[in-house]
């Protein structure tokens, strides 16, 4: 079945680096990856989504390429803020006929002055 | 639009009591989906409905949970025989159509069982 994996669990880093935040998936079928992002005591929002092979989207200062070759769909940003510090899920459908998403397990971002 | 609302926002529970929680989707949209978040799992899949039709349930827990769809300004998950094991937070969460459609969350419910 499908799956998405997010191998960092918690990524901590200082205001102003960039950010980097791994996903890769499987599926057998078409492709349509999406990040949401998840503050403190707040819902799961979309932050970004893609079905385009090799064309960067962008969004609120956040950006990811998906890469069907490498099954891939990091998010990326030049410079964290502080603001940023939240959980970050990555998430797969595999059919425009379909409402079911498969999330990922989520990575944690902290930024710290 | 208020966004898809839960009721209650926390909930403690006796172990093996029944917990009910509640959804209301926003208006209009076809698709309503429930997951259980833990630290550990992340964001777990339980069930949708499309229509109020139920569509999926792979992910329910088969013996002591249950959802319900009445009607399309509603969604319940009933969880009896509470369990320690079931304390999360649960999040509803509806989507306007198929097809690669946003999906807008709910605030959850804590469920807390001692």
């Known amino acids: 079945g499908d799956s998405v994996t997010q191998t960092e669990g918690l990524v901590t880093l200082t205001e102003g680096l960039p950010v980097m935040l791994n996903c890769t998936y499987q599926?057998?079928?078409?492709?349509?990856l999406f990040w949401y992002v998840q503050h403190l005591n707040e819902a799961p929002k979309l932050l970004l989504k893609?079905?385009?092979?090799?064309k960067r989207t962008e969004h609120q200062g956040f950006h990811a390429t998906l890469h069907k070759s490498s099954s891939s769909f990091h998010l990326q940003k030049s410079s964290a803020q502080l603001s940023d510090s939240a959980l970050y899920y990555c998430a797969l459908s595999d059919s425009p006929n379909t409402d079911k998403v498969v999330f990922g397990t989520g990575t944690r971002l902290q930024v710290s002055p | 639009n208020a966004g898809v609302i839960q009721t209650p926002r926390h909930k403690v529970t006796g172990k093996g009591q029944e917990a009910t929680l509640w959804c209301e989707p926003i208006s209009g949209h076809s698709a309503v989906f429930w997951y259980r978040q833990t630290i550990v799992q992340g964001l777990e899949f339980l069930t949708y409905?499309?229509?109020?039709?139920?569509?999926?349930d792979s992910g329910m827990p088969k013996e002591r949970f249950s959802a319900q769809m009445p009607n399309q300004s509603h969604s319940t998950l009933k969880i009896q025989s509470t369990q320690p094991q079931d304390s999360a937070v649960y999040l509803c969460a509806s989507s306007l159509d198929r097809g690669w459609a946003e999906q807008f969350f709910g605030p959850g419910t804590r469920l807390t069982v001692l």
């Open positions: 893609s079905s385009t092979d090799n």
């Open positions: 599926t057998a079928y078409s492709t349509f």
């Open positions: 409905f499309r229509n109020q039709a139920p569509i999926d």
